[in-house]
C-alpha cells in the first residue's frame, strides 16, 4: 500500500523556519521523482519543489528560501524552508510523481505574527 505521512508543520512567525519531513512506503522510493505540493485556503494545490536524479526545481515563488532533499536508504523527503512569508500559509503534501491518487493527509504550516 502506496502511503506518504507528512510532519513538522506547525506556526511560525513571518521570516521564521520549519522543516518539514515525508516518510514514504509501498513503492521504489529511489527510482521516482519526488515533490513537495501545498495547497492554501481556497487556492489550488500548487507543486512548490522537486527532486529527482540529483536535480532540484523550485516555483519562483520559494526560489531561494525553500530546499528539497531526500534521503532513500530511509525513504525520507524533506523540505527546509526559510525566510518564511503569510503567503507560504497552506496544507504541506509530499507525493511521488505519478501516484497522484495516494495523497498523504498533509501537514498545516501558519505563517502570521
Known amino acids: 500500500q502506496v502511503q506518504f505521512v507528512e510532519s513538522g508543520g506547525g506556526l511560525v512567525q513571518p521570516g521564521g523556519s520549519l522543516r518539514l519531513s515525508c516518510v514514504a512506503s509501498g513503492f521504489t522510493f529511489s527510482s521516482y521523482s519526488l515533490s513537495w505540493f501545498r495547497q492554501a485556503p481556497g487556492k489550488e494545490r500548487e507543486r512548490v519543489a522537486n527532486?529527482?536524479?540529483?536535480?532540484?526545481h523550485y516555483a519562483p515563488s520559494v526560489e531561494g528560501r525553500f530546499t528539497i532533499s531526500r534521503d532513500n536508504g530511509n525513504n525520507m523527503l524533506y523540505l527546509q524552508m526559510n525566510s518564511l512569508q503569510p503567503n507560504d500559509t497552506a496544507v504541506y503534501y509530499c507525493i511521488a510523481d505519478g501516484l497522484y491518487q495516494f495523497w498523504g493527509q498533509g501537514t498545516k504550516v501558519t505563517v502570521s505574527s
Open positions: 527532486i529527482f536524479a540529483g536535480s532540484t
